[in-house]
């Protein structure tokens, strides 16, 4: 019995959404797990660097704008609510950074900065903001790399 042309679409299909998700999730997670040890260890100097951003215009409008790529490239790439978890948090990772850079670029100067630097002043919010980005990293690297996303993708 001959598969139907559509049906051996959408199994290709599924196999390159899987290997995003695998990619994604490895990428993602990598960069959570070599950025925030490298922020949380040079905590002041971080906080110092970002209220400069913050109080440059023209650098956030840079950072907004290649923000506002890198989220439309994620969605645009991957934009898949089922499948297992590991999928619809790589999927959600695109969402909020692209939600993210709209809200930069359409807030009025100075908004976002007030927010941010508010939080980043003090140690323990500090942290607090830093703790989940480890903790996605963590995960998403894991199931990237995990033997069971391997063998979906016919590695052994």
Request: proline content about 4%; charged content about 15%.
């Amino acid at each position: 019995m001959e598969i139907p042309a559509s049906d051996k679409l959408l199994v290709r299909m599924e196999g390159n959404m899987l290997t995003r998700t695998i990619f994604l999730s490895r990428l993602i997670g990598l960069y959570c797990i070599l950025a925030v040890p490298s922020l949380l260890l040079h905590r002041q100097a971080t906080v110092d660097a970002i209220a400069g951003l913050l109080h440059n215009s023209s650098m956030m409008l840079v950072l907004d704008v290649i923000t506002l790529a890198a989220g439309l490239a994620m969605i645009l790439a991957h934009n898949i609510w089922r499948g297992g978890a590991l999928v619809v948090v790589v999927t959600l990772v695109g969402w909020l950074v692209l939600i993210k850079a709209l809200l930069f670029l359409f807030l009025p100067l100075g908004t976002e900065a007030e927010c941010i630097l508010r939080g980043l002043r003090h140690p323990q919010l500090f942290y607090l903001c830093m703790i989940p980005s480890l903790v996605l990293g963590i995960y998403l690297t894991y199931g990237g790399f995990s033997p069971k996303s391997r063998s979906r993708r016919g590695y052994s």
